[in-house]
């Protein structure tokens, strides 16, 4: 074993599956009749409501995913928004949480075979657990082409089901729409909400996508769709094909409503399909869930065991076994908590999700650059935080207890184990800090994410940002006239390079004589070529205020000094090149001037897409 990161083999079909894949479970095959028991044929709005509010959550979940693509999903934007103690309680709740959905699931298979062989609840489901985790353990890619073939079968069987069963539906059994008040459908609402846990799962194994920054938003809103309108009209027919006391008593509402019209065979297919649901749930469950202390370790905020990986599958094993056990602890809870807790959870983590966005755009921290950004800001995010603890209160007093007593044990664990072992920065201080104008942090954020960026890009660092990277960068604060700055300039290139300054400023004057090297009012390149061999260097100013150069460019705020000597001429052309890309983006000149000192002029270098030179 040897700690080491996740391989990236998943693709959008890969995604949609799994996302798709974890949605349609027990949240259609069980809970419809539960839910229906609550909220009467209004079940078929909790649905939906459901459905809407996970919409919510997804916009926000994609922005953040698209701009930190990590292991752990919600934990890992929640401890670089929140702070990494609100940051162990999240990644211990959904953990939680998506342990429980995927224990509801294997409980399904469970019962299903109990229903048709007999078979011990306990143990068949035991069992699964086991099977489950081997083929975890064996990769992801195995896992998702198990999960890819299972899903595809899966919404074919259930779209046979709505285009045969809506002709059927009959009217009559909506007529009392709400019977037990509107409030019992936020109640239904809530309830089912768990349903749509299944969008987390794609954030937290986003460490392993190919091209995440637009692979991951196709698969969270594909998914999302598909799985919404599936739902409704579902539900839609489950309502109203079958008896109103038949169908809030049955924990098999949808095989029951396929007898009513396929007869025996239908309740069969059905079924059958309802053992897909569970299937795929449970494995893409394991694999989502294994992630949390997985990324929770490799933050020091867990067992650094956790984050070690099998070298000859890279998988992290021993997140996965440990897992599995808590996987296998809830099969002994009983299932309306079961339901209700993981819905809670998820609940809570929508929340979380929504505050992060608001932290990290209001902290305007450079480096996070999401590739999908969330529409209406921040009224979506608004809106959704209340709409969720609206949902949070109409699950009970039972629940909230649970709830809080996880939350406790989570923070519990960080202040004895986590703080000790992890000072990271997080964007709610860069927050204060702007606010207050106190200095209260470095750059370990910004250059966290400018690493996670140029992973997302998969840019590979060519000479000239190895250039940056070495280059002298200097804040000038009061307004420069050209010769007091070539004369600043001259002595920083002769101390750095072992010149002289006098003749360095002679050049810079020299060359600037025979044509401005202002490129616009904001940006000047004077380059030189020195006698010698092999040098070339790079020196970056910024002048708030500005530097006289013409009439035209009276306040220069960016001057790049290349200094080479004459074999680097192909070199030199290269990196007026590069610069040229970089200062003629549509938003350089605002970039530039929030840049957080020389490492922020560093990052926003980087991160500017350009061609590079391999």
């Known amino acids: 074993m040897r700690t080491n990161r996740l391989k990236k083999e998943l693709n959008t079909l890969d995604l949609f599956c799994i996302a798709a894949g974890t949605m349609i479970s027990s949240g259609i095959f069980i809970l419809p009749g539960m839910a229906f028991a609550q909220a009467g044929p209004a079940v078929v709005l909790a649905y939906f409501f459901s459905g809407i509010l996970a919409l919510i959550g997804a916009l926000s979940l994609a922005e953040l995913v698209s701009a930190m693509p990590k292991a752990g999903g919600d934990y890992f934007f929640t401890s670089r928004s929140l702070g990494p103690s609100f940051g162990t309680i999240a990644g211990f709740l959904s953990w939680i949480s998506l342990s429980l959905k995927t224990a509801f699931a294997i409980f399904g298979i469970a019962e299903v075979a109990h229903l048709f062989w007999g078979w011990d609840v306990h143990l068949t489901a035991i069992g699964c657990t086991l099977f489950f985790l081997a083929l975890n353990v064996v990769g992801v890619k195995a896992s998702a082409r198990f999960e890819a073939i299972i899903v595809l079968f899966l919404l074919t069987i259930m779209s046979v089901y709505v285009m045969i069963g809506l002709p059927r539906v009959a009217l009559m ?17 809530g309830f089912v909400f768990v349903a749509y846990g299944g969008l987390l799962k794609v954030a937290t194994i986003a460490e392993e996508v190919r091209k995440p920054k637009t692979t991951i938003p196709k698969g969270i809103f594909s998914a999302l769709f598909v799985t919404v309108s599936l739902y409704t009209f579902m539900m839609i027919v489950t ?10 008593e049955s924990l098999t509402p949808i095989a029951d409503s396929a007898a009513t019209f396929l007869n025996r ?15 795929s749930t449970g494995n893409s469950g394991f694999m989502a869930a294994s992630r949390y202390p997985f990324a929770l370790s490799r933050d020091h905020l867990a067992p650094q065991l956790f984050s070690n990986i099998s070298q000859r599958f890279h998988t992290p094993t021993y997140a996965l076994l440990v897992t599995a056990v ?6 002994f809870l009983r299932l309306d908590v079961l339901v209700k807790s993981a819905s809670a959870f998820l609940i809570l983590t929508y929340l979380a999700t929504n505050l992060s966005v608001i932290i990290l755009r209001e902290s305007q ?6 590739y999908f950004k969330s529409p209406f800001y921040p009224y979506i995010q608004v809106i959704g935080a209340i709409l969720y603890l609206l949902l949070l209160v109409n699950l009970g007093w039972k629940v909230l207890l649970v709830s809080l007593t996880f939350i406790a044990i989570g923070l519990g664990f960080y202040l004895f184990y986590g ?8 964007a709610l201080l860069h927050l204060i800090e702007r606010i207050t104008d106190r200095k209260l942090v470095g750059d370990h954020l910004e250059n966290e994410l400018k690493e996670i960026l140029s992973e997302r890009d998969e840019i590979v660092f060519d000479r000239f940002d190895h250039l940056v990277d070495q280059a002298v960068i200097l804040d000038i604060d009061e307004k420069q006239q050209q010769n007091d700055f070539f004369r600043l300039a ?3 290139i002769a101390e750095r390079l072992n010149l002289v300054p006098t003749n360095i400023e002679q050049a810079l004057r020299g060359r600037e004589s ?13 380059h030189l070529i020195i006698e010698g061999q092999q040098i070339f260097d790079l020196f970056i100013f910024r002048c708030r205020d500005g530097v006289y150069f013409t009439p035209e460019a009276p306040a220069v705020k960016a001057i790049f000094i290349l200094i080479g000597t004459a074999d680097e001429r192909l070199f030199h052309l290269r990196a007026l090149s590069a610069i040229a890309q970089i200062v003629f983006q549509p938003e350089f000149e605002k970039h530039w001037l929030k840049a957080r000192g020389p490492n922020g002029i560093k990052h926003l270098i980087h991160l500017t897409e350009r061609q590079r030179f391999h």
């Not at 921290?365 to 999401?370: A, E, L, S, V």
């Open 365 to 370: 921290i450079w480096n996070y650059k999401p």
């Open 239 to 248: 309502t109203g094909t079958l008896n109103a006391k038949v169908l809030a």
């Open 173 to 189: 059994r909506f007529a009392n729409f709400t019977p037990h008040g509107f409030r019992s459908v936020l109640g239904a609402t």
């Open 326 to 331: 808590i996987i296998a602890a809830s099969f």
């Open 490 to 492: 001259a002595a920083t």
């Open 265 to 279: 065979p239908g309740y069969i297919l059905m079924t059958f399909a309802s053992l897909l649901a569970f299937i």
């Open 514 to 526: 025979e044509s401005t090297t202002a490129l616009n009012r904001f940006v000047a390149v004077p």
């Open 419 to 426: 703080r000790m072992r992890n000072r990271s920065e997080y």
